[in-house]
Each structure stands twice: as C-alpha cells, then as structure tokens.
C-alpha cells in the first residue's frame, strides 16, 4: 500500500508493522504497572479452568439436591406410615374379650370331617400294621413247614434237625474277609454229609438278597475245606399260596449267578409248596413234626 498523497511516496511494510507493534506496547505499559503477554495467556488459562470446575459444582449440586429430595421423601413417607399404622384412641377402647359365637354350621361340619378323615387313615395304617404282622408270622409258620417237609424227603434212618442255627465262635478264626454273624433256619447232619438251610419265600428272592446268600455260600465253603467235609446249603424257595410277587427277579439271572456253587455242589435249590390249610392246622396244633 502506498501514501499517494505523500511526496515522496511510502510503504507499510513489515518493520513498519513491527515498529507500531512496539510502540503500542510501550504506551501501554505506561498505563499499566505490570503488562506482560504471558500473563495475558495465562490469565485465559486460568478462565477456562474456572469454568470447568463451575460446571463440575453444577452437577455436584444436582446430584445433592436429588439425594436432598429422596431422604425428605423417605421421611415424609414413613411419617405417613407411622400415622396410618397407629391406633386411634377410640379403636383401643374397643379392644377387649367377649364371648365367642357359636361355631358356623359349614365350619362345624368341615372339622367333623377332618376329624373322620383323620380316624380313617389312623384306621388303615394299624390295618396295615396288622396285615403285615400276619404275613410275617405266616410266613415265619411257612419256613417251619418247609423245613420239615424237606427233611421228610430225605428217607434217612437217622438224623437230627436244628432250626436256627450258627457256626460257633471259632469259626470266626477261620474267616480272612469278614466277621457277620448268619443264622440259618436248618442244620441236619448225617453221616459224611451236613446240610444247612435258607428258606425264602419265592417274593422275596430279589438281588438284594444276593449278598446274603453269597455271604452264607462263602462261610459254608471255609467251613467244608478246614473240616474236610462235604458239606452244602439247601435254599428252599416257598410257593406260599396266595401270596403274590410284588418284586420279580428274573430266575435266569439268578441261576446264572449261582452256577459255580450249584456245579461245586456248594448249592441245591429246592422249590416247596406251603397251602394255607397246612399253616392254619400247624398254627391251630402248634409245632409238630410232619414226618
């Protein structure tokens, strides 16, 4: 840009800027006492911080009147629960003990019928208790049957016939696995031959009554090998008439189980047929013999 009033012309150029530039500044720092240009970028600094940690109080001031307004109205609420829950005077006065009304007819015959309900299943467990109170002693008078009829089959001249019997104390000695007391419900010995017998009703030869019979064949087979005897158990399955299998076990498995005793003539399996008139004349006679 040129002066063109000016004789001679001029230009502002960049010293002339830069000349202006310090004049400026040395009339204004005879206006201030202290005038710096970092200060002035300072003080722009400062602003700015100023005004984050104002929008920082801002919403440090929502947040406490939010919480401010939740506690008054907690407060105000449970105010208005302990007014609602409190009694009245004139309630507590009607608080007292009268009379108790006759029973309603529907709630009277309601508790009668609890009351017979209650007597008839009373009534039906003790009838169970007694069903099975029978069954177990007529079985128990099966067994005896059994045994007997069994030792009828055996033809021989002499014999004697224990029932409910145990191997002595000293057997204990003898066995390397276990002691477990067994009591069969037969012994009969015989010259060069001793029997022991297990009698179980048909519905009861289940696979819980594997273990002990396998127990029993085990105690036999120590017992026949220290004493050099032949010796064996009699199993006497009964077909007690009446009495049904609730727990079926397949008898091929069974058999199958039980092979190598059965081969080792270290099991016989005998099957007895107890009719109901036999247990009613034993029980009416009391224990006899049958042979």
Do not use: C
């Not at 007819?105 to 069903?131: G, L, P, S, Y």
């Not at 009699?234 to 498995?253: K, V």
């Amino acid at each position: 840009m040129s002066f063109y009033l000016a004789d001679p012309k001029y230009q502002i150029t960049a010293g002339i800027i830069t000349i202006i530039g310090f004049v400026v500044v040395l009339v204004l720092s005879e206006s201030f006492n202290n005038l710096s240009l970092g200060k002035i970028l300072s003080l722009s600094r400062e602003v700015q911080k100023k005004e984050g940690e104002k929008e920082q109080v801002k919403t440090e001031n929502k947040e406490l009147r939010q919480e401010l307004f939740r506690i008054v109205s907690n407060i105000q609420q449970s105010q208005v629960n302990n007014t609602y829950n409190t009694p009245s005077d004139e309630w507590l006065k009607l608080l007292g003990v009268v009379k108790a009304k006759e029973p309603d007819k529907e709630e009277e015959q309601e508790e009668q019928k609890e009351v017979q309900r209650t007597i008839e299943f009373m009534a039906d467990r003790e009838k169970e208790r007694e069903e099975y109170r029978a069954q177990m002693k007529q079985r128990r008078t099966a067994e005896y049957i059994g045994v007997e009829k069994y030792a009828k089959t055996l033809s021989m001249p002499e014999y004697e016939i224990i029932q409910g019997a145990e191997f002595s104390q000293a057997f204990d000695e003898m066995d390397p696995i276990m002691h477990r007391r067994i009591v069969f419900d037969g012994y009969i010995k015989s010259s060069g031959q001793e029997r022991f017998i297990d009698v179980r009703p048909k519905s009861l030869v289940s696979s819980v009554y594997y273990d002990r019979l396998y127990v029993m064949l085990n105690k036999i087979y120590l017992y026949r090998q220290a004493k050099g005897i032949s010796a064996e158990l009699i199993l006497i399955m009964l077909d007690i008439e009446g009495e049904t299998n609730n727990r079926p076990s397949s008898p091929d498995r069974f058999y199958a189980y039980f092979q190598p005793a059965i081969s080792n003539k270290l099991l016989k399996i005998e099957t007895i047929s107890i009719s109901n008139e036999e247990i009613e004349s034993y029980e009416k006679n009391g224990q006899q013999s049958l042979l």
